[in-house]
């Protein structure tokens, strides 16, 4: 289903990352889904993306077993901790909606 996010919508974070928000009945946003070009993904798991999930308390109350990050501002988007793909090792903030690497 989230392959069918049009990539206008995307936003370029830099560094190959882009990074789009989802909503549920509740918060909005949720958090946001990640995509970068993931050597150990296939074409198809790549796209699809990674999810980060806020930290509300609705997310607290429903995806206990769930990292959360930290929203520390939404526009432009800035979030705690940092992010790590377990595929491929890339690792990073999103601060002012830009992908930060850690070397
Ligand atoms: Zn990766």
Do not use: K
Request: aromatic share 10%; charged share 15%.
């Amino acid at each position: 289903m989230l392959r069918l996010i049009p990539d206008h919508l995307w936003t370029d974070a830099g560094h190959g990352l882009q990074w789009v928000f989802f909503h549920n009945e509740v918060d909005s946003p949720a958090g946001i889904v990640e995509r970068h070009n993931c050597p150990a993904l296939s074409a198809e798991e790549a796209v699809r993306g990674g999810m980060v999930l806020f930290d509300t308390p609705y997310a607290r109350g429903h995806y206990q077993q769930s990292t959360l990050w930290e929203v520390l501002s939404v526009e432009p988007l800035s979030i705690n901790e940092s992010i790590m793909c377990l595929g491929c090792g890339l690792h990073g903030f999103i601060t002012n909606n830009m992908w930060e690497p850690i070397e």
